[in-house]
């Protein structure tokens, strides 16, 4: 095996998506603990920043002339070059936050033990399924009273449709939580609160069949303890590697982030089942990083910089096969051309640094001087391939744009385009009608303003947003439909796309059905092609 497919190999790189509060930032704390790259939970940035107010989160932009979100954090574990990809969540919310997932090869779920599934994690979710990358589910929090074990695993698999494995059990929850019992080693592991996860605890482990584990738990608590894992032992669905690897089942461990507790074996386990970099899809079949010696990569995300004086961005790269090196050239296949991939930059747990080399698995942040655009392909292999496209995640919001000076038409034309094939929000227009006015879509409302704010300071124009009641879209599908006669709901609006392909819109998620069920042979698509 070469140098470069080791390190491929060793490499894990996965998203952690949660509804906001749930614990993500405190997990990804945690794990850094452990890997060393702090020393003192507490301290991973952009947390507290994420929180400001829109308006103060511009002044950050402004002051630091670069974004302050941060993409991807490294840090070295047992072994394993670790790659966590930041979904952002809050206000911040964005399309961006599934892109993320498209760059991942698995996926932490973390949920709140007392409030199990929650709508965020829902959308997010239904992303990795897509993708059928593997899904592991961390439940949180259970150090506050939890719900009842067995239901939250009910929840799961009813709310997301995917099976479950525990691999560990919680011993109560709250105040009465008492540890986890490990099915595979049948031990039980003690909780303890070590100083609020300041520091990396001393784990207690005690075999289940030890006498002194009966006098620490009491009798009432080691007879649920026995009564539930016989039932698991009967209903549970048995781990098996591959339904996992192929998104089918999912392992869930249990445990509390804030106290530390569980995390680091959550974290071993996960590196065990998960798994290093993935095949991707091209036009010229599958590229699998252990056999392709060539660089390539795909842009995921893109990402403006918000200070006037240095139009700039950053695109964001996920490399999917062989080794990079910092100002090395290679063949940007959408644009055609040979480029030198300058100013490579990688976030180490809290600060952003410049890097000289990276690998397949690896993502890696590019200053764009406006060539690339979401999806593209960048590679030194001779047969130059593209690799399969981002899909277009559905608007949730959307507002008409009235722009206030009409004199400045091409200004705003070109603004709003280009903000637009950044990918922070997607640009419709009326179907039928001749009118130019524009419709805007967007996953997070932060976008809207992001919009305002963008075009008044980078492009001096000023708008006027009119919010529709609208919230659901649909690409359709079979393009061929005849759109005159489609027979839609009294809440639908028809739109087309900059390509000029018909959308729907639809203010009622009920309407969609009944859309479908008027019209024979219609096929609507909650992801459009980009
Ligand atoms: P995020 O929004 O998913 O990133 O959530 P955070 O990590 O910011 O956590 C949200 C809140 O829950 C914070 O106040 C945390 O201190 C708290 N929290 C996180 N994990 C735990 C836990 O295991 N137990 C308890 N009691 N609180 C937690």
Redesign the pocket.
């Known amino acids: 095996m070469s140098e470069i497919t080791k390190e491929i190999e060793r490499r894990r790189t996965f998203a952690i998506i949660?509804h906001?509060?749930?614990?993500?930032?405190?997990l990804t704390e945690k794990f850094l603990l452990y890997g060393g790259a702090i020393n003192q939970a507490g301290s991973v940035k952009g947390?507290a920043t994420a929180r400001h107010a829109v308006s103060d989160w511009m002044e950050i932009e402004k002051e630091r002339g670069i974004s302050v979100t941060s993409s991807v954090l490294q840090f070295e574990y047992g072994g394993f070059c670790i790659n966590i990809l930041d979904t952002p969540?809050h206000q911040d919310f964005s399309e961006d936050t599934y892109r993320t997932l498209m760059a991942a090869d698995s996926a932490v779920m973390?949920i709140d033990g007392s409030k199990g599934v929650e709508a965020q994690t829902r959308k997010l979710f239904k992303v990795c399924v897509m993708r059928h990358i593997p899904i592991f589910t961390f439940i949180?929090?259970m150090?506050?009273d939890a719900m009842d074990t067995f239901e939250l695993l009910d929840d799961i698999e009813k709310e997301l449709g995917i099976a479950t494995c525990p691999v560990n059990w919680p011993i109560g929850s709250g105040k009465a939580f008492q540890g986890v019992y490990d099915r595979n080693s049948r031990e039980v592991e003690l909780f303890s609160d070590t100083q609020k996860g300041t520091r990396m605890g001393e784990v207690q482990k005690l075999s289940i069949d030890t006498g002194e584990l009966d006098g620490i738990l009491g009798e009432e608590a080691r007879t649920k303890l026995d009564e539930e894992i016989e039932l698991l032992d009967g209903a549970a669905a048995e781990f098996d590697q591959e339904l996992v690897s192929k998104g089918e089942l999912s392992p869930v461990f249990f445990g509390?982030?804030?106290?530390n507790f569980g995390v680091e074996t959550f974290l071993r386990h996960f590196l065990d089942m998960t798994t290093s970099p993935l095949p991707r899809m091209s036009d010229k079949g599958e590229i699998d990083p252990m056999t392709e010696p060539d660089f390539s990569a795909f842009v995921f995300k893109i990402q403006a910089n918000m200070n006037k004086a240095h139009r700039d961005r950053i695109a964001f790269m996920r490399i999917c096969s062989g080794a990079f090196t910092a100002g090395m050239s290679v063949y940007h296949v959408q644009g055609g051309k040979e480029v030198r991939l300058s100013q490579p930059q990688q976030m180490m747990a809290s600060e952003r640094k410049m890097i000289d080399s990276a690998y397949g698995g690896d993502i890696i942040g590019i200053f764009d001087p406006g060539i690339f655009s979401i999806g593209d392909t960048l590679t030194n292999a001779k047969d130059r391939y593209v690799y399969e496209g981002i899909p277009t995640f559905a608007p949730e919001h959307f507002a008409r744009v009235r722009q206030m000076d009409t004199m400045k038409r091409k200004q705003f034309v070109k603004g709003i385009n280009q903000i637009a094939q950044e990918g922070a929000i997607q640009i419709f227009q009326e179907y039928n009608t001749g009118m130019e006015e524009i419709i805007v879509g967007v996953v997070g409302v932060l976008q809207f303003d992001v919009l305002k704010y963008r075009l008044e300071n980078e492009y001096n124009v000023e708008i006027l947003l009119e919010n529709l009641p609208y919230e659901h879209i649909r690409w359709i599908e079979n393009e061929e439909i005849d759109m005159d006669r489609l027979s839609g709901t009294s809440d639908m609006k028809k739109i087309k796309d900059l390509k000029d392909r018909p959308l729907l819109l639809f203010i009622h998620e009920w309407s969609i059905r009944m859309t479908l069920e008027r019209n024979d042979g219609l096929r609507l698509s909650e992801f459009g092609r980009s």
Do not use: E, I, Q, Y
């Open positions: 949660s906001p509060d749930a614990g993500k930032t405190t947390k969540g973390v949180n929090k150090d506050r509390s982030a804030l106290t």
